[in-house]
């Protein structure tokens, strides 16, 4: 089946201690990228990544990181975690090409103490 | 950055009824592509309908349908005869349609639906 694969699906953790979400994805999209979701803000995007080794930020890329050494993964590290990164997050990934859909994984549920 | 607004933050809708969420959206772009992603409570993100900005004819499918208005820059959902599965969150999401990386999301409309 055709996915994308996001863990944990929720995730309760204290301030500063560091965290990864993982993602993959098994359609052999080029795209991939991480949004959050805020009640009253929609989806932003934090990172995406064009293809292997090729990352650039999005809206909101202060206090993350991420990396994409295999075309299928592509993680989501909190270096050290604030409140203020409480949210639901999201891995997308989609194909290259014009107005290709994105492929999004079950959603992260994170919230930071 | 583009921005994508959603003036409803909820609707209800009697079942077997019609509803319609509007969008609106503003760029400087000609080229670029519309989305409506529903989000049920499971939280998985569905695409339910696309719209190229090139193509004047609205897209449908099935029940959904849009109304793509792109010199009034809005581009709304119709979902005629609801039902009760429809009932989530829907998202307008614009992208640029050639080095489009990044889909921009308004902040959602939450759809009721009555028995």
């Known amino acids: 089946e055709a996915q994308v694969t996001q863990n944990p699906r929720y995730l309760i953790t204290v301030t500063g201690k560091k965290l990864t979400v993982t993602c993959s994805q098994n359609?052999?999209?080029?795209?991939m990228s991480w949004y959050r979701q805020d009640p009253g803000l929609g989806l932003r995007q934090i990172y995406y990544?064009?293809?292997?080794?090729?990352?650039d930020k999005g809206d909101v890329p202060e206090g993350y990181k991420v990396s994409r050494k295999e075309k299928r993964n592509f993680p989501l590290i909190l270096e050290s975690p604030s409140p203020n990164q409480t949210s639901l997050y999201f891995c997308?990934?989609?194909?290259?090409?014009?107005?290709?859909?994105?492929?999004f994984g079950q959603g992260t549920r994170l919230t930071v103490v | 950055a583009q921005t994508v607004t959603q003036s409803q933050p909820e609707m209800s809708v009697q079942e077997a009824e019609t509803v319609t969420l509007s969008c609106t959206y503003d760029?400087?772009?000609?080229?670029?592509?519309l989305f409506w992603y529903k989000q049920p409570p499971s939280r998985q993100m569905i695409l339910v309908i696309r719209?190229?900005?090139?193509?004047?004819q609205n897209a449908t499918e099935n029940r959904f349908s849009v109304n793509f208005q792109k010199a009034a820059k809005s581009f709304s959902l119709k979902i005629s005869d609801s039902q009760l599965g429809d009932a989530a969150m829907y998202f307008c999401?614009?992208?640029?349609?050639?080095?489009?990386?990044?889909?921009?999301f308004g902040t959602g409309t939450s759809l009721t639906v009555i028995p």
């Open positions: 997308a990934s989609r194909l290259q090409g014009r107005g290709t859909e994105a492929f």
């Open positions: 359609m052999n999209h080029e795209y």
């Open positions: 990544s064009m293809n292997v080794e090729v990352t």
């Open positions: 760029t400087s772009e000609s080229d670029y592509y």
């Open positions: 719209q190229e900005a090139y193509k004047q």
């Open positions: 999401a614009y992208r640029r349609g050639d080095t489009g990386n990044q889909f921009y």
